[in-house]
């Protein structure tokens, strides 16, 4: 199994990217996807994932600025950022989860991780 993550870059504030994740040897649809970043001296935490059942969950901190979507024809998944800050900067992962629904934004729960994608927002 691989994910890989890209579509980080440097942005102003205010600013939009969009990140992908790239799976192989998985089906994205069988699977809870799932969004985590990790700034520098930070704990990784949950930023969004789309489920089994093809709805979507947010972490509070970016939910209506991030969009998390699906493309089961070319087995990826998206993380649209928009209204970025500074505060976001962070390296970003993707990963797959076989849990349940109720756990989708617990990082124990993922079995699989892509490498990462770094994400710099400027003021």
């Known amino acids: 199994v691989q994910l890989q993550a890209s579509g980080g870059g440097l942005v102003q504030a205010g600013d939009s990217l969009r990140l992908s994740c790239a799976a192989s040897g998985l089906t994205v649809s069988n699977f809870n996807m799932g969004w985590f970043r990790q700034a520098p001296g930070k704990e990784r935490e949950f930023v969004g994932a789309i489920g089994r059942n093809s709805m979507t969950y947010y972490a509070d901190s970016v939910r209506g600025r991030f969009t998390i979507s699906r493309t089961n024809a070319k087995n990826m998944v998206y993380l649209q950022m928009g209204s970025l800050k500074p505060e976001d900067t962070a390296t970003y992962y993707c990963?797959?989860?076989?849990?349940?629904?109720?756990?989708?934004?617990?990082?124990?729960?993922?079995?699989?991780w892509g490498q990462g994608t770094q994400v710099t927002v400027s003021s």
């Open positions: 990963a797959a989860s076989a849990g349940i629904i109720s756990t989708i934004s617990t990082m124990a729960t993922y079995n699989f």
